[in-house]
């Protein structure tokens, strides 16, 4: 399951230009943090922190360059940040892995369904960037973290959809329309498909069993227009590669 960090009911992260103070104070010590929502105070949005600093603190983690991707008209790009891209930066973000690199080549490793991207550049060089989802964002691997235990699963969600976009027209423009919202209601139908058709992989996996079915109820009372839209992204993806294998 998601391990969720307590946050004040105002989130710590405001969606104004307030943002920096926010981040540059939970960031003071640190080259990341990852800052997940607390429903119980009907907060939805995950925020990965980044700090890009002229020069390593050596104290946490000093990410130098941070890699993600996104959707350029129909179809996904690699796109990458440093202290010498072009800052103030506002944009949107695609599906995928966002990895943070330091100075030897080490990594941390996020999985992202998509969301907002903004980055500023401070009087003192260090740049700060706030990749904000309204759907979790997991820890994928890394050097100064723990791996989500569903990371794994959603890797393998992202791997499985990949296969229609390499091979077969029409189905990356599909996927690339869909939100990270329906993108997430995706992953959450095809786990619990998956567990519904393979008893011992269930019985074998009776925490992501019980993940899938609160996801499923939260994300239908919540989000039910999503819940819909994914069930019809997944159909004309099944028919997608249908056509593809005749």
């Known amino acids: 399951m998601l391990v969720t ?28 943090e990852l800052i997940e929502p607390d429903r119980a105070q009907a907060d939805e949005t995950s925020h990965l922190l980044v700090a890009l600093r002229p020069q390593p603190t050596l104290q946490h ?15 996904g790009r690699a796109a990458s940040l440093d202290l010498e891209s072009r800052y103030p930066l506002v ?19 996020f999985l992202s369904f998509g ?7 401070m009087a003192d060089a260090t740049v700060l960037l706030d990749f904000s989802s309204h ?19 959603v890797g393998a969600f992202f791997a499985r959809i990949k296969v229609p ?5 029409g189905a990356e423009a599909l996927v690339s329309s869909a939100v990270p919202r329906t993108l997430y209601c995706a992953f959450i139908q095809h786990v619990r498909e998956r567990l519904a058709q393979a008893q011992a992989l269930r019985e074998a996996n009776r925490w992501l069993a019980d993940w899938s079915a609160r996801e499923s109820q ?29």
């Open 5 to 32: 960090m307590p946050t004040d009911p105002r989130s710590p992260i405001p969606d104004d230009a307030g943002w920096l103070e926010g981040a540059g104070r939970i960031l003071s010590g640190l080259g990341f």
């Open 61 to 75: 983690f000093d990410p130098e360059t941070v890699d993600y991707w996104i959707t350029d008209g129909a179809r």
């Open 91 to 109: 944009s949107d973000y695609a599906w995928g892995r966002i990895s943070l690199t330091d100075r030897l080549g080490v990594k941390n490793e």
């Open 115 to 121: 969301g907002a991207l903004r980055a500023q550049m």
């Open 135 to 153: 759907v979790p964002i997991l820890r994928w691997s890394g050097h100064s973290q723990a791996t989500d235990p569903v990371a794994s699963e």
């Open 165 to 169: 976009i390499d091979f077969v027209p």
């Open 218 to 246: 939260h994300m239908e009372a919540t989000a039910a227009d999503s819940w819909k839209a994914a069930t019809e992204l997944r159909r004309q993806l099944g028919a997608i590669e249908a056509i593809a294998r005749e």
